[in-house]
């Protein structure tokens, strides 16, 4: 290979891997704890004492037999990557989430766990 | 003479790639909330299945409502994909020369895994629905008549 062959294709590699790379995270807390749950007694505890263990909820939804509390906090990874051509941006949002479902009377009837905010994950668009 | 050449050759490269970098550009993105919606549809038995089966099987929903007389659990995932092409001069020459270029075009599709469970008034399931968005090819859709 000529020498000026070399220096270009040297040259072209680095002037096109040239970049930067970022990661970010994002969290929205809540500080519930989901070890309290062997607390709660379908068909006996009421609304006020879930409150009472797990906090305010983030969100409260009326419906057709009762009320449902929602506990929620998120975890969102972020990943971006700037080369000369081409950018790659990456971002995944997960959540960690309880579900109270009570009655017309403020008696709790099921609950709904779901963790997965530890799932989300830096990478690359796939 | 030869390595007049050579060094000109050398020193144009190094102007365009600076002026040029960035040039054309294309930007790939991608956006995902929540989990994989997985249905184990033969336990979910539409009459038979109760609230509290679903909610040991599925966790908990993303989204509660009230659908008329019914109770609505709503698991969903949602994938953002989007593309973009860039073709213009990084620098800001309009300090320098009154003209610029600058043409962009992007595309960008979101779509749902959505699972829809409809409860009555016993908390039983009356009536189940699954949407899986993410199965549409990425340009097909974005480029498909259909709204």
């Given at each position: 290979m000529?020498?000026t ?6 040259f ?11 990661l970010g995270k994002?969290?929205q807390f ?22 009472e263990i ?12 009762g009320?449902a509390?929602v ?6 990874k ?11 941006g990456?971002?995944?949002k ?16 099921h ?16 | 003479?030869d390595?007049?050449v ?11 790639s600076?002026?040029?970098?960035g040039?054309?550009?294309?930007q790939i993105?991608?956006y ?6 997985i ?7 539409v ?5 509290g089966?679903?909610l040991?099987l ?6 509660v409502g009230?659908?008329g ?9 949602a994938?953002?994909?989007r593309?973009?092409?860039?073709v213009?001069?990084?620098?800001p ?6 003209t ?9 599709l979101?779509?749902?895994?959505s699972l ?6 016993d ?25």
């Amino acid at each position: 290979m000529r020498p000026t062959v070399k220096i270009l294709a040297a040259f072209l590699i680095t002037t096109l891997l040239s970049g930067c790379i970022v990661l970010g995270k994002n969290k929205q807390f809540q500080p519930f704890d989901s070890t309290e749950l062997d607390k709660l007694v379908p068909g006996r505890t009421r609304a006020a004492e879930v409150t009472e263990i797990f906090g305010a909820p983030s969100e409260v939804v009326e419906l057709a037999n009762g009320n449902a509390y929602v506990y929620k906090r998120t975890v969102t990874k972020g990943t971006v990557c700037w080369l000369v051509l081409v950018t790659f941006g990456n971002a995944e949002k997960q959540h960690d989430q309880l579900v109270f479902f009570f009655d017309l009377n403020d008696t709790l009837t099921h609950y709904g766990i779901s963790l997965d905010a530890d799932k989300a994950k830096y990478g690359f668009p796939g | 003479m030869d390595s007049r050449v050579k060094i000109l050759t050398m020193l144009s490269l190094i102007v365009a790639s600076f002026f040029l970098s960035g040039c054309i550009t294309y930007q790939i993105a991608r956006y995902v909330e929540g989990d994989e919606v997985i249905i184990p549809n033969d336990r979910l038995e539409v009459g038979k299945t109760t609230l509290g089966e679903a909610l040991s099987l599925l966790g908990a929903p993303d989204r509660v409502g009230k659908a008329g007389m019914e109770d609505l659990l709503v698991y969903e995932r949602a994938l953002l994909y989007r593309n973009r092409i860039k073709v213009g001069l990084p620098i800001p020459l309009s300090s320098v020369i009154r003209t610029s270029f600058d043409a962009s075009a992007y595309g960008t599709l979101v779509r749902y895994d959505s699972l829809a469970l409809f409860f009555n008034s016993d908390r039983v399931l009356k009536h189940k629905t699954f949407q899986q968005g993410s199965n549409h090819p990425y340009f097909k859709t974005l480029f498909s008549s259909h709204q």
